[in-house]
């Protein structure tokens, strides 16, 4: 099979034409995720990968989840450790929980459907317009630059905000219960970390919260840096699972060795 038919088994490319970027629907999908990344920071397009398309992915992913490697860790919201540098006021100083299981790229079998996706120039092309980000890569690393995500029983994200200037994910399983992806559009500024505001949704306030889309087969694409963001905890048997597709603006770009330890156990 050709990656070009097995790019179009996976994909609703008619739904998402990123096949011809160029064309009125290709430059219509363009300009609807751009003005939703520049409004809310976020954007996420409901049935891009086919129904059968998810399955076949699962299929291939859960058997690995024995092999992914457990991490689970209380953090500020920036991930930052400096905690203890901090007034005792500053809600930088609040913790939150996250745990998860991460499955690296060069776990994932190569027929899996999930690296047709996302070894596909088309797509790499329509996350960099989408993005406004020029010029585009893949991550060169290959144990980081794409990863499945299983969330069990009790696992979640705490409310954090990303170093990255976006992510880009899509939904393959929604669990049973829990699960939500929250976030709260630009609740920080470049040049106002609004402590009153995160003190607040730390605190439980729900104002501003929303929610990127639970459906499988849902791409999502959301700049993290300025909105605080979480998935829930996990409840029920069935694990939350997505895949992190990742991209740089260099084409040698890889993970640091820390990361590498942090997230993979490896270096």
Request: charged share 25%.
């Amino acid at each position: 099979m050709s990656a070009t038919t097995a790019l179009a088994e996976a994909i609703d490319l008619k739904r998402y034409p990123i096949d011809d970027m160029d064309g009125p629907a290709g430059r219509a999908l363009q300009q609807r995720c751009r003005d939703q990344l520049r409004s809310l920071g976020a954007c996420d397009l409901e049935g891009f990968l086919r129904a059968d398309a998810v399955t076949n992915v699962v299929n291939s992913v859960e058997g690995l989840q024995s092999l992914a490697f457990r991490t689970e860790t209380n953090h500020n919201l920036e991930f930052s450790g400096r905690e203890s540098e901090l007034d005792a006021d500053d809600p930088l100083r609040i913790q939150v929980r996250s745990a998860k299981s991460a499955v690296a790229y060069d776990q994932i079998p190569e027929d899996s459907p999930l690296r047709a996706v996302y070894e596909s120039d088309l797509l790499t092309r329509f996350v960099g317009a989408a993005l406004e980000v020029e010029p585009i890569y893949r991550q060169a690393d290959e144990i980081g630059a794409l990863n499945v995500m299983f969330y069990g029983q009790g696992d979640e994200l705490g409310w954090h905000v990303d170093n990255a200037d976006f992510v880009v994910t899509l939904m393959l399983q929604a669990a049973k219960s829990g699960g939500a992806f929250e976030f709260v559009p630009m609740l920080r500024a470049p040049d106002d970390p609004n402590p009153d505001g995160v003190r607040a949704l730390l605190s439980g306030e729900r104002a501003g919260v929303r929610n990127l889309s639970p459906e499988p087969g849902t791409l999502a694409l959301f700049r993290g840096r300025l909105s605080p963001h979480r998935v829930t905890p996990i409840e029920g048997g069935t694990p939350r699972i997505n895949a992190v597709l990742s991209y740089a603006t260099r084409p040698d770009a890889t993970l640091s060795a820390t990361a590498r330890r942090i997230f993979f156990g490896r270096d």
